[in-house]
């Protein structure tokens, strides 16, 4: 059997909101699989119905997943394309279908992406904090001491920290982040792209503080962004003893390239920040 002889798995990114969002592409793909695998069939109906569409689903979701993967890929093999959605956003992204792309890869199909509305990639691109490097991290754990113990080993990170929260959790998720991570600036994005958008700036405490004053603050679903940690100051006492060294090498006539090297040896670090600082003390000397 070639590759023409059997059909393809499409991942097709929905709107998160806004159902004008969705590509063009992801419609025509939406029209012409056979089958449409779907997070839950019921919310999935309703884009179909705006877009016109009417194709046949079945259900995966987390609960079903590892039995669909047999039936699905049967009806690949026999020359028919699915298309795979989540409730919202790309499929994958803190929703089912890991397992069934992580087999139908293993196994030879071809699995292709149509890319489109992702929640946290939105939010990153409007909150006005570093973006270069982020650490996803999807939902916090539920109970208090998980999501506490999540945040203290993230807490010196220094990427933006992105979260998904829902809306009954927000308030205990931001008493948490306070307590974790003080003053640091936070980011809310709630209801990304519907009539509602929102986002909130400000230290975790007072936009906890903002939501008890104003309860709608805390309706809809949350990406929380908290800005990473400041970069760890050098040693100053190490720095200190490495140029004395180098200064104490350089004075008995040991070369340069030599005394980067020793520095290294002896005291660890980068040889090539060695070697340029002890070529800036050569010129200065």
Same mark, same amino acid.
């Given at each position: 059997?070639?590759?023409s002889d059997i059909g393809a798995l499409y991942v097709v990114a929905t709107p998160i909101g806004n #159902? @004008? @969002? #969705? &590509?063009? !592409?992801? !419609?025509q793909v939406l029209a012409d699989v056979a089958v449409i695998a779907a997070e839950d069939t019921r919310h999935s109906a309703r884009l179909l119905r705006h877009l016109g #569409?009417? !194709?046949p689903m079945l259900s995966l979701h987390e609960h079903n997943e590892s039995g669909r993967v047999a039936q699905l890929k049967a009806r690949l093999a026999a020359g028919e394309d699915v298309a #795979?959605? &989540?409730d919202a956003g790309t499929p994958l992204i803190c929703d089912p279908g890991f397992l069934l792309v992580r087999e139908l890869r293993e196994s030879g199909y071809?699995?292709?992406p149509i890319p489109g509305a992702c929640a946290f990639v939105a939010a990153l691109s409007a909150a006005g904090l570093p973006t270069d490097r982020f650490l996803f991290q999807g939902f916090l754990p539920a109970k208090g001491s998980g999501r506490r113990g999540r945040l203290a080993a993230l807490v010196e990170r220094e990427e933006t920290l992105v979260f998904y929260e829902s809306p009954h959790r927000i308030r205990d998720t931001l008493a948490d982040i306070a307590g974790s991570f003080g003053a640091r600036r936070v980011v809310l994005a709630r209801e990304l792209t519907k009539t509602f958008e929102t986002f909130l700036d400000g230290d975790a405490a007072s936009l906890l503080a903002r939501m008890e004053e104003d309860p709608d603050q805390a309706r809809g679903e949350f990406v929380v962004m908290v800005?990473?940690?400041s970069?760890?100051?050098? @040693? @100053?006492e190490a720095l200190v003893e490495a140029e004395t060294l180098l200064k104490a090498l350089l004075a008995e006539g040991v070369g340069v390239k030599q005394a980067a090297a020793i520095t290294t040896r002896l005291l660890g670090g980068a040889k090539?920040?060695?070697y340029a600082r002890a070529q800036a003390l050569k010129d200065e000397a």
């Open positions: 059997m070639t590759v #159902l @004008d @969002d #969705l &590509s063009p !592409r992801a !419609r #569409l009417e !194709r #795979l959605i &989540s071809r699995v292709v800005a990473g940690a970069p760890k100051a050098e @040693d @100053d090539k920040a060695w």
